[in-house]
């Protein structure tokens, strides 16, 4: 069993940083090292969205426009976890952020195509 365990959310001011950690674990070795990966986020009352992207061996990424230039996703495939580091927060990107893992190479902004999810973590800014 695929388990992914996010970590680094919080309360900021805007302005302020974040980087939030996904790790993985179970049959880790084969999902992280050759599947895309992204990050997801949903704030109260609105569609969970795609907000950043990777391929398995992190050639590729992909941006929502609006966090293009403030956020940076990566990977670490030796210790298989992900990253999404988010700088000059807004209050509007607030919202419980999701790790997801892909059943594709490369990281798609269609949520049906990742079959893994963490169970989330809270990202507050306050203006």
């Known amino acids: 069993q695929v388990q992914l365990v996010e970590s680094g959310g919080g309360l900021?001011?805007?302005r302020n940083s974040l980087r939030l950690s996904c790790r993985t674990s179970g049959r880790t070795g084969r999902i992280f090292s050759n599947?895309?990966?992204g990050w997801f986020r949903q704030a109260p009352g609105k569609e969970r969205e795609f907000v950043a992207g990777?391929?398995?061996?992190g050639g590729i990424t992909?941006?929502?426009?609006?966090v293009k230039g403030r956020f940076t996703i990566s990977r670490d495939r030796a210790e298989n976890?992900?990253?999404l580091q988010m700088?000059?927060?807004k209050p509007e990107d607030t919202a419980v952020y999701y790790c997801a893992?892909?059943?594709?190479a490369t990281a798609t902004r269609t949520p049906s195509t990742y079959p893994y999810w963490g169970q989330g973590t809270q990202v507050t800014v306050s203006a």
């Open 12 to 14: 900021v001011e805007a």
């Open 35 to 37: 599947n895309g990966m």
């Open 54 to 57: 990777i391929s398995w061996n």
């Open 62 to 66: 992909d941006y929502l426009d609006s």
């Open 81 to 83: 976890t992900l990253y």
């Open 87 to 89: 700088n000059s927060l």
């Open 101 to 104: 893992a892909s059943r594709l």
